[in-house]
Nanobody
């Protein structure tokens, strides 16, 4: 069973930056759509960034221009670079992979990002 493990979360001041990592236990990102979601306290889990595996990425309006999703398939690791962070970006961030052939969906357990002064 492939596992996804997120890391890189923490406490950051408004205006600061963080880079989240998502490492897979196997070569799952090849042939998969990759996404980052986030869930703020008391709210639903929302899509933040999507990478379709063919070099195309899309972002939620709230993060477009500030967040960048990327993948290093050689390291089985995906990234979410976040800059100009604001308190409303505070949430647990989850990595998600949807394998296009097997139709399997994989989730990490999340990493907490807190933006506060």
């Amino acid at each position: 069973q492939v596992q996804l493990v997120e890391s890189g979360g923490g406490l950051v001041q408004p205006g600061g930056s963080l880079t989240l990592s998502c490492t897979a236990s196997g070569n799952i990102f090849t042939g998969s759509m990759l996404a980052w979601y986030r869930q703020a306290p008391g709210k639903q889990r929302d899509l933040v960034a999507l990478f379709n595996g063919f070099g195309s990425a899309d972002y939620a309006d709230s993060v477009r221009g500030r967040f960048t999703i990327s993948l290093d398939a050689s390291k089985n690791t995906a990234y979410l670079q976040m800059k100009s962070l604001q308190p409303e970006d505070t949430a647990v961030y989850y990595c998600n992979a949807f394998h296009l052939t097997s139709r399997m969906t994989y989730w990490g357990k999340g990493t907490l990002v807190t933006v506060s002064s």
